[in-house]
């Protein structure tokens, strides 16, 4: 039982690269979630998905498309990286939505230059 | 809109002290506060989840209290170690959304 794992762990990209991030779980998890953390900062909701083939924006959404086509996967995708973007990405899963647990995933470094 | 702090921000404290990291929000209508520890280039590692409805929850040395009136909950750490020097991260869950505080990094020293 992997839990929540991430791919890549590090990421060096150019401005205006693409780059695809993948979170898997193995835990039969409803809901995913993607975070960025950046600096002397909390983590930040960016999107999240209730189920496969749905996604919702969280707080902080521009610049960044997600899918869920399998209910163990959850993908984030920058079409047009900007330094701004340059953080910290952890992946999230919950049985549901209220009072259930998150658990999440090691992150991922990604720098854009 | 969710607000949620965590002060201080650093704390350093030596060996065998007793110590607690406060975390206040500004919406009592919350589903569960979680806290986390987070060690340098890490992942998040759950400590303790004290659900809406609970006033505390232990797991060993530590104990996590929830005042949801007040807005604020206390993470009480007991006889601190120097493998418990770490960030700290308290979040709120309310529907979909989870919100963080920045962390306290804690420094325990020998």
């Known amino acids: 039982n992997a839990g929540v794992t991430q791919t890549p762990k590090f990421r060096v990209l150019k401005t205006g690269q693409s780059m695809t991030l993948l979170c898997a779980q193995d835990m039969n998890h409803e809901y995913m979630y993607w975070y960025r953390q950046d600096p002397g900062m909390g983590l930040r909701l960016i999107h999240y998905s209730v189920g496969e083939g749905t996604t919702a924006k969280g707080e902080v959404p521009d610049g960044y498309n997600v899918s869920r086509l399998k209910k163990q996967n959850f993908l984030l995708g920058l079409e047009s990286a900007a330094p701004s973007q340059t953080s910290v990405y952890f992946c999230?899963?919950?049985?549901?939505?209220?009072?259930?647990?998150?658990?999440f995933g090691p992150g991922t470094r990604l720098t854009v230059l | 809109k969710q607000e949620v702090t965590q002060i201080p921000a650093a704390l350093s404290v030596p060996e065998g002290e007793n110590l607690v990291l406060n975390c206040s929000f500004t919406d009592s209508a919350i589903y569960n506060l979680q806290w986390f520890r987070q060690d340098p280039g890490k992942g998040l590692t759950s400590l303790l989840l004290?659900?809406?409805?609970?006033r505390e929850q232990t797991s060993g040395r530590l104990n996590a209290s929830l005042d949801k009136s007040s807005g604020r909950s206390t993470l009480y750490i007991a006889a601190s170690q120097p493998g418990d020097s770490a960030t700290y991260l308290c979040?709120?869950?309310?529907?979909?959304?989870?919100?963080f505080g920045a962390g306290t990094r804690l420094t325990v020293k020998p």
């Open positions: 004290i659900q809406s409805s609970q």
């Open positions: 979040a709120v869950r309310r529907g979909n959304d989870m919100r």
């Open positions: 999230a899963s919950s049985y549901g939505g209220g009072p259930y647990e998150q658990f």
